[in-house]
Each structure stands twice: as structure tokens, then as C-alpha cells.
């Protein structure tokens, strides 16, 4: 388990598409998608897996990910939201993913957000979060470890505990995420009954 910082730096955890690497003007689908596979090809787990193609930018617009598209052309508001349905979908399904979108692409097709604004917050949530997971990881491994030594369990069954913790924390914060979403339904169907 001493490798797991390592396996961390390599991830490339704090990878996020930055305002200034968006351009100002729009872009084609090849476009996007060459942009997307460039900065997030380190997030990958191996060589074949894609990061977006275009099948998956179809299903976003068909299923009203994110507000239409003109002339077949992504817009810089586009890009980020892309950018954060790429990080949503680790956790959410589309649906869930869409109803946590659906007021903030009615906001812009309103013109009524900065969405630079909204998206430079989520990017320094962004790299909160990934200094408070590597104290978290820190502390995960010395928990694992005094377990561990407890029950006499070998290296095989550390690496299994470990897992089995982290895949426990990511279901807890999903299962949060997941009823936040549920809130945001009620509160739809709330407001179309009034």
C-alpha cells in the first residue's frame, strides 16, 4: 500500500479544464472531443478507454445535458458544461445528471448566470477536494494498517480492506449527491403544481 501516492500523482487527480484553456470561439465536435482527450488523458484507467466521443456528446444533447447547440457548433458554455457532466458521470446517471444541470442550462440559454463565474467556484471546490483526499487517503492507510495488525491480516488482505474503504466512502458521498438530486426533483415538481 506504500504505492497509493503514487498511484495518485499519476491519476492526475487536480486535471481540470481551465477557463483559459477554453477557447472564445466555437468548436466542432472533433474539436471538442480532441480537446477533452488531450487534457484528460492522464484520468484514464488504460489506453483504450475513451474520455468522450462522439456518441456521448449526441446522447448529452439529445437527453438535454446541456441547452442545444447551434450549427453544429459547441460554445465556450458548452465546454464547461461538458467539462463537469466528465466528472459528474464517475457517480450520477443521466438522468440524475440532468436534473442537477436542468436549472443551470435554462439560466443560460436566459443569459441569466455568469457561467464563468459558476464554473470558476466548482474548479476551486475542485482543487479543495483533492487536498482534503489526500489527508483523507493518509489517514485511510494508518486506519487500514492498525487493522491490519490487529487481526494479523497479510499484505493481500490490507490491499482488500482498503478497497472495500474507499469504495464505502465513494458510495457514502454518492448516496448523499444522489438525494441532493432527489431535492432538486421535489422542488421541480413543487413549483409546476403551484
Known sequence: MENINQIIEKLGLDTNLALDEIPNIDLYMDQVIQLFENKFSE???NSEEKVLTKTMINNY???????PIHNKKYSKEHLI?????YQ???ALSIND???TLDGINKKVI???????????SYLNLTKQNVTDFK?????RINMVK???????NSSDLEHVLMIASLVHMSNLYRRVAEKLVDEIVVEKEVKRQR
Open 43 to 45: 484520468s484514464k484507467r
Open 61 to 67: 444533447a439529445k437527453g438535454k445535458l446541456v441547452f
Open 81 to 85: 458544461l461538458m467539462s463537469i457532466i
Open 88 to 90: 459528474l458521470k464517475g
Open 97 to 99: 445528471i440532468k436534473s
Open 110 to 120: 436566459k443569459d441569466d448566470i455568469n457561467l464563468d463565474s459558476f464554473y470558476t
Open 135 to 139: 489527508v483523507d487517503i493518509d489517514a
Open 146 to 152: 492498525e487493522e491490519s495488525l490487529e487481526d494479523g
